[in-house]
């Protein structure tokens, strides 16, 4: 059997199970999906050219969830925070995309630790934050997702303030659809969406659907809260672990 990207079966059968149990803590907890595949991936592969395939399974994955996450969506919030990530895409994905492998995995691995540890640090914001505040946290996370981890800054920002745990869900997963609508056409661009990344997505999502229809089964009955905050630190250990394989 013939794999994208020159991947082994061996390698396969690592991204699949990576990807199921990404797709299942997407299901579940509205973000992370991106950030924990891509520092899995980075273990084993050259992370960047399946940057495009995470995030087509992104969009695909928001089809599976959108009726049930509708009612909840903060439009005001998602909105202000697309309209930031749209400034900051296009200079970013530009500077991504000419790095070399070794630089990639650093960078990538480097941006979700210092994001989770912001996250882990139970940062809260003491007053309000207007359109104005949450268009800047959407530039931060335009640029961070030329690296695939855009939605880590939302989420640090998102989760300092009074959300119920359905609205933060919900909003994360438009913002993080909105945020791979616009990145995709400009990584076509740069030459990083090819006939692979097609095969790779096609070959992704029956093992999305179920990641996130279980997920989307916990969520009900479970804590978010507490979910999530396991979910970061996973990330955190995952990416120290890539910084230390690349750099010795």
């Given at each position: 059997?013939?794999?994208?990207f020159d991947?082994?079966?061996?390698?396969g059968?690592?991204?699949?199970?990576?990807?199921?149990?990404?797709?299942v803590?997407?299901?579940?907890?509205?973000?992370?999906?991106?950030a924990?595949?891509?520092?899995?991936?980075?273990?084993?592969?050259?992370?960047?050219?399946?940057?495009?395939?995470?995030?087509?399974?992104e969009?695909a994955?928001?089809?599976?969830?959108?009726?049930?996450?509708?009612?909840?969506?903060?439009?005001?919030?998602?909105?202000a925070?697309?309209?930031?990530a749209?400034?900051?895409?296009?200079?970013a994905?530009?500077?991504?995309?000419?790095?070399?492998?070794?630089?990639?995995?650093?960078a990538?691995?480097?941006?979700?630790?210092?994001?989770?540890?912001?996250l882990?640090?139970?940062?809260?914001?003491?007053?309000?934050?207007?359109?104005?505040?949450?268009?800047?946290?959407?530039?931060?996370?335009?640029?961070?997702?030329?690296?695939?981890?855009?939605?880590?800054?939302?989420?640090?920002?998102?989760?300092?303030?009074?959300?119920?745990?359905?609205?933060?869900?919900?909003?994360?997963?438009?913002?993080?659809?909105?945020?791979?609508?616009?990145?995709?056409?400009?990584?076509?661009?740069?030459?990083?969406?090819?006939?692979?990344?097609?095969?790779?997505?096609?070959?992704?999502f029956?093992?999305?659907?179920?990641?996130?229809?279980?997920?989307?089964?916990?969520?009900?009955?479970?804590?978010?809260?507490?979910f999530?905050?396991?979910?970061?630190?996973?990330l955190?250990?995952l990416a120290m672990l890539?910084?230390?394989?690349?750099?010795?």
């Open positions: 059997m013939v794999l994208p991947l082994s079966l061996a390698q059968a690592f991204l699949a199970a990576a990807l199921f149990c990404a797709a803590i997407r299901g579940y907890s509205g973000f992370g999906f991106s924990i595949f891509i520092v899995l991936a980075a273990q084993i592969t050259n992370p960047l050219p399946l940057i495009p395939v995470v995030f087509s399974c969009i994955m928001t089809a599976f969830q959108a009726k049930g996450i509708r009612p909840h969506v903060d439009w005001s919030r998602a909105g925070l697309l309209f930031g749209a400034l900051a895409v296009i200079p994905v530009a500077i991504m995309a000419r790095l070399d492998p070794g630089q990639a995995r650093i990538v691995s480097a941006l979700i630790l210092v994001l989770s540890l912001l882990l640090s139970g940062w809260q914001l003491k007053r309000p934050i207007g359109r104005l505040g949450h268009g800047g946290v959407g530039i931060i996370a335009g640029t961070a997702n030329a690296a695939g981890v855009g939605g880590l800054p939302t989420a640090a920002f998102l989760s300092a303030q009074a959300l119920s745990p359905a609205a933060f869900r919900a909003t994360m997963i438009v913002f993080l659809t909105g945020i791979d609508l616009m990145a995709l056409p400009t990584m076509s661009a740069h030459g990083l969406v090819t006939g692979e990344t097609v095969a790779g997505a096609l070959m992704a029956p093992i999305l659907g179920a990641g996130v229809w279980l997920g989307g089964r916990g969520f009900a009955s479970a804590d978010p809260v507490r999530r905050r396991k979910v970061v630190m996973l955190a250990t890539n910084i230390l394989k690349v750099a010795l």
